[in-house]
């Protein structure tokens, strides 16, 4: 039986019509690349940072690398959705969990767990990939809310981040989805 198709037909890009209402691919280069441009990381708290990579407004979740140069305890907050972490520097652990997130290591956090999340002074920098979906809802030591970010919230800090340091607010736009 003879074929038409060429034999190396994988090798070829899709030619047919694309779907409709599809966003656009997203692509942030270098993101390994911890010491880039400063203006790049907003200010979250004292000597604490994220670089925005994906911000899913239609999905509620956010994607980012938290930097934090400090030790001592940075948050305690409640999950509202699932939350995906990937350890790039340092390590970090949650007081409630016997278990360490180390450089090169993953963590999966459900929906509402809730831990208090702890550098330890042996740790000069940690970086951390993070997709959140939903929302962090601050607690203090008895669960009681105290605050929340989310991907609006996220944005919304970025934008006059961004604005401040002369990139303008507008360069926030690449991350939305």
Not at 3 to 8: L, M, T, V, Y
Not at 139 to 152: M, R, Y
């Amino acid at each position: 039986m003879t074929s038409s198709a060429p034999p190396d037909q994988h090798a070829l890009a899709y030619r047919g019509q694309p779907l409709p209402n599809i966003l656009e691919d997203q692509v942030v280069p270098d993101v390994l690349t911890l010491n880039c441009d400063e203006r790049f990381w907003v200010p979250q708290s004292d000597q604490v940072w994220f670089r925005p990579l994906l911000f899913s407004v239609s999905q509620g979740y956010f994607v980012n690398l938290l930097r934090v140069r400090k030790s001592g305890i940075l948050s305690r907050h409640r999950h509202a959705g699932p939350v995906h972490a990937t350890v790039l520097k340092g390590r970090w652990h949650y007081l409630e969990h016997p278990w360490w997130a180390e450089q090169g290591s993953y963590a999966f956090e459900p929906p509402g767990d809730i831990h208090t999340l702890e550098v330890p002074e042996d740790v000069e920098e940690m970086v951390t990939m993070f997709h959140v979906t939903g929302a962090y809802i601050y607690v203090d030591v008895d669960g009681n809310p105290v605050g929340v970010e989310d991907v609006f919230s996220k944005i919304q800090k970025a934008k006059e981040h961004y604005e401040k340091v002369g990139l303008g607010a507008d360069f926030v736009n690449q991350f939305i989805r």
